[in-house]
T-cell receptor, first 112, second 115 residues
Framework: GESVGLHLPTLSVQEGDNSIINCAYSNSASDYFIWYKQESGKGPQFIIDIRSNMDKRQGQRVTVLLNKTVKHLSLQIAATQPGDSAVYFCAENASGYSTLTFGKGTMLLVSP | KAGVTQTPRYLIKTRGQQVTLSCSPISGHRSVSWYQQTPGQGLQFLFEYFSETQRNKGNFPGRFSGRQFSNSRSEMNVSTLELGDSALYLC??????????????FGQGTRLTVV
């Protein structure tokens, strides 16, 4: 499938700040998106997902925004904590396809 | 409820050898997907199994194979190992096939080093 990419390879923030991680996708058929967090030495951890019939979805301290017009996805983390430091991946899929396509990832570094 | 379990966590193999990795999905999940993660290529899809059938295969050579058992546990095998096969191999499980757009949960991965 077509690739999913991230704008920023590294994002450095201070503890307590809000973080925004961006993702651009190119497959207009994509209708399902997931954000994953991967800490060093661990597998990706599911954070939140969103389907294309929604523009926004909120979880605990996280919000995902989807702009289908410009094929853009973002993950907002409120009151970022040192424990949020990790690599964040967006992944997309199109209904009927058996594979998630992942972006390259963004490293989030949170300073105390 | 136990998560996705992958064994072993770490493996060191010699070029030319073969290796088998195991994945036990979350109880009740019938779909298992395998991914290879490397610093240069990121996460790349290997294959997906659902109800013991391979539904899709990524762009990897035939040295990479897999199977799924009736209890949904899955194994992947890599034969004639090459140095470039060194990677973190990740397994993801979900209730339904990925094509149904359901949440996929990953295991901790198996770190394979080929020397």
């Amino acid at each position: 499938g077509e690739s999913v990419g991230l704008h920023l390879p590294t994002l450095s923030v201070q503890e307590g700040d809000n973080s925004i991680i961006n993702c651009a996708y190119s497959n207009s058929a994509s209708d399902y998106f997931i954000w994953y967090k991967q800490e060093s030495g661990k597998g990706p951890q599911f954070i939140i997902d969103i389907r294309s019939n929604m523009d926004k979805r909120q979880g605990q301290r996280v919000t995902v925004l989807l702009n289908k017009t410009v094929k853009h996805l973002s993950l907002q983390i409120a009151a970022t904590q040192p424990g949020d430091s990790a690599v964040y991946f967006c992944a997309e899929n199109a209904s009927g396809y058996s594979t998630l396509t992942f972006g390259k990832g963004t490293m989030l570094l949170v300073s105390p | 409820k136990a998560g996705v379990t992958q064994t072993p966590r770490y493996l060191i193999k010699t070029r030319g050898q073969q290796v088998t990795l195991s994945c036990s999905p979350i109880s009740g999940h019938r779909s298992v997907s395998w991914y290879q993660q490397t610093p240069g290529q990121g996460l790349q899809f290997l294959f997906e199994y659902f109800s013991e059938t391979q539904r899709n295969k990524g762009n990897f050579p035939g040295r990479f194979s897999g199977r799924q058992f009736s209890n949904s546990r899955s194994e992947m095998n890599v034969s004639t190992l090459e140095l470039g096969d060194s990677a973190l191999y990740l397994c993801a499980s979900s209730l339904a096939p990925a094509a149904a757009n359901t949440e996929a949960f990953f295991g901790q991965g198996t770190r394979l080093t080929v020397v």
